[in-house]
C-alpha cells in the first residue's frame, strides 16, 4: 500500500507513481490524440463531409449521455472502494481477534507451560501469513469460477490452510481442556475469537473469488470508449486543433477512474494500492510474541 502525506498537493499533482494510471494508459491517451487529430483534419478540410452527415449536431447526444456515464462511474468506483474497505476492516477485526486470543490465553494458561505458550505463539501469527498466501493464490480467484482451469498447478481444494491451522488451534484447546488446563468456561471465552478466524477467512474468500459482474464492467469499458470515441466529431468544428488536447484529457479521466476501481476491488493481490497484508501479518507475529512470551 502506497503511504503518502494527503496535505502535499504538489507531490501529489507532479508525481508519478509507478501506480499512477497516465501510465498504464499511455498508449491508448496516445491513440485518442492520433485520432482526434485525424478527425479535426478530415472537418476542417472537408467540410462538407460533416455537414452532409449532420456531424456537428452530435454534441446533443454527449450532453444527455454525460450524466449518465458520471453516474456509472461514481457507481462503479463507490463499490470498489466498499471492497477494499471491507477488506481492511477484516484484516483489522484478525489482528484484534488475534490479540485477544493470546491475552485470554496468557491469563488462562499456566506459566510453566511453555510447550503449549509455543504452539499458540506460532500457530496465531502463522495463520495470518496462511490466509494472505492463500488469498493471494490464483486458485482462490478462481474457486468459484464455472470454467476448469487444469493449467494452474496443485490445484486441490481438499488442503485449505487456513482451515488446517485453524484446527490445529481448535484441537490444541479442546486438549487443554481435556488435561485440565482450561475449565470449562475458560473454553467457552476462547470459542468466539477461534472461531472467528475461519469467518474472517470466508468473508475474505467472498470479496476475493466474487468479482464485480462481467457484464457490468465490460459495459462501462464499452460506454466509455463509444463516447470518447465520439467526443472529436462534435467538437472539431468549435475547438479545432484544441480538440486533441480536450479529448485525451476527458479519455484520462474517464479511463482513469475505471482503473483505480479495477485495482481496488480486489484488496487481497500484489498491487501497490493492495491491502499490506504482509505487514499486518508481521504485526500479529509481534504483538502474539509479547503477550504470550
Not at 503511504?3 to 499512477?20: A, G, Q, T
Not at 447526444?61 to 477488506?87: C, K, P, Q
Not at 484484516?91 to 505458550?117: C, E, I, M, Q, Y
Request: proline share 4%; hydrophobic share 45%.
Amino acid at each position: 500500500m502506497v503511504n503518502y502525506n494527503s496535505k502535499e498537493w504538489m507531490v501529489s499533482i507532479f508525481r508519478f507513481h509507478k501506480s499512477d494510471t497516465f501510465r498504464s494508459l499511455f498508449p491508448l491517451l496516445v491513440f485518442f490524440a492520433l485520432y482526434s487529430w485525424g478527425v479535426v483534419y478530415v472537418e476542417l478540410n472537408y467540410p462538407k463531409i460533416s455537414a452532409n452527415l449532420h456531424i456537428r449536431n452530435i454534441t446533443v447526444m454527449h450532453t444527455l449521455l454525460g450524466f449518465a456515464i458520471s453516474m456509472l462511474l461514481v457507481f462503479r468506483t463507490n463499490t470498489a472502494y466498499d471492497r477494499w474497505w471491507e477488506g481492511r476492516k477484516l484484516w483489522g477485526a484478525l489482528v484484534n481477534n488475534s490479540r485477544n486470543l493470546s491475552v485470554k490465553l496468557n491469563s488462562f494458561l499456566p506459566h510453566d507451560d511453555t510447550k503449549s505458550r509455543g504452539f499458540f505463539m506460532k500457530l496465531i501469527p502463522l495463520f495470518a501469513a496462511e490466509l494472505k498466501s492463500h488469498l493471494q493464490a490464483e486458485k482462490t480467484r478462481l474457486a468459484l469460477d464455472e470454467k476448469i482451469h487444469p493449467e494452474i498447478p496443485n490445484f486441490d481444494t481438499s488442503k485449505h490452510i487456513p482451515n488446517q491451522v485453524a484446527s490445529l488451534m481448535m484441537s490444541r484447546v479442546n486438549l487443554l481442556y481435556r488435561d485440565g488446563k482450561l475449565t470449562g468456561d475458560q473454553l467457552i471465552l476462547l470459542n468466539g475469537e477461534l472461531q472467528s478466524f475461519l469467518d474472517i477467512c470466508g468473508a475474505c474468500e467472498r470479496i476475493k473469488n466474487t468479482p464485480i459482474p462481467y457484464s457490468y464492467s465490460t459495459f462501462i469499458k464499452k460506454f466509455i470508449f463509444a463516447y470518447v470515441v465520439t467526443l472529436p466529431l462534435g467538437f472539431a468544428y468549435n475547438l479545432g486543433h484544441f480538440t486533441i488536447p480536450v479529448t485525451t484529457f476527458i479519455f484520462y479521466v474517464l479511463a482513469s477512474l475505471e482503473l483505480i476501481a479495477e485495482e481496488i476491488e480486489d484488496p487481497f493481490g500484489t498491487d501497490a494500492n493492495d491491502l499490506p497484508m504482509q505487514k499486518i501479518a508481521d504485526n500479529i507475529k509481534k504483538n502474539v510474541a509479547e503477550i504470550l512470551a
